[in-house]
């Protein structure tokens, strides 16, 4: 499967600030996700990172609030702005491909105080 | 609207014996389903999946199991060992490789020895 490295692992942030997480991938993939968990919740989608255009956002999510960056096939960047307390959260990245399946990062363990 | 459920939050069961964790989705387009593993402060590992052409999947001691008139799958972990405790989550793909997975709150199952 492809392999994802996903930084940083974990953060505490100050409310105010944004924090930008990255993920490299290993081989090119066409479909990247991000997604949140909440604690003690599922996964929920906050958008598509598609090469070439702008993210595709869930109900709920915008960009002001969580601009991403896809500049080629094996990088993403999700930024968290203007951060508060209810962002935290862990933060996780995914590809999908046809021939790795779905891979999903490590995560990023996002504290705000 | 939750398209996938796990109405069970948490799951204990005995060294050895079978594990059986319940997953039921709403969407009828979903196509691939897939079950995760997650521990704390990792992301989800993958585990096993079933297509929507299939009724049964097995790898090793894992079987997921898909029941689509009833829109109903489960995972048997057979047999249950103490490496096992995890939260558990089900998830499920419009469209195989090409869309996001919509996630299940997940079942935190423990294997007590």
């Known amino acids: 499967s492809a392999v994802i490295s996903q930084k940083p692992s974990r953060d505490i942030c100050q409310r105010g600030t944004s924090l930008t997480i990255q993920c490299q991938v290993d081989?090119?993939?066409?479909?990247m996700f991000w997604y949140r968990q909440q604690p003690g919740q599922s996964l929920t989608l906050i958008a598509t990172?598609?090469?070439?255009?702008?993210?595709?956002?869930e109900s709920g999510f915008v960009i002001d609030k969580f601009p991403i960056s896809r500049p080629n096939l094996t990088f993403s960047t999700l930024t968290v702005s203007n951060m508060s307390p209810e962002d935290s959260s862990i933060y996780l990245c995914?590809?999908?491909?046809?021939?790795?399946?779905?891979?999903f990062g490590s995560g990023t363990r996002l504290t705000v105080v | 609207d939750q398209q996938v459920k796990q109405n069970s939050p948490s799951l204990s069961v005995q060294e050895g014996r079978i594990s059986i964790l319940n997953c039921d989705y709403t969407?009828?387009?979903?196509?691939?389903f897939l079950w995760y593993k997650k521990y704390p402060a990792e992301g989800p590992t993958f585990l096993i999946s079933?297509?929507?052409?299939?009724d049964k999947n097995e790898d090793g001691r894992f079987t997921v199991f898909l029941n689509k008139s009833a829109k109903h799958l489960s995972l048997h972990i057979v047999p249950s060992q103490p490496g096992d405790s995890a939260v558990y989550f089900c998830?499920?793909?419009?469209?195989?490789?090409?869309?996001?997975?919509?996630f299940g709150k997940g079942t935190r199952l423990s294997v007590i020895a």
């Open positions: 990172a598609n090469q070439g255009s702008e993210a595709t956002y």
């Open positions: 995914s590809v999908a491909s046809a021939n790795y399946g779905y891979t």
């Open positions: 969407n009828s387009m979903f196509d691939y």
């Open positions: 081989s090119q993939v066409t479909m």
């Open positions: 079933i297509s929507s052409i299939k």
């Open positions: 998830a499920a793909s419009l469209f195989a490789g090409n869309t996001p997975l919509v």
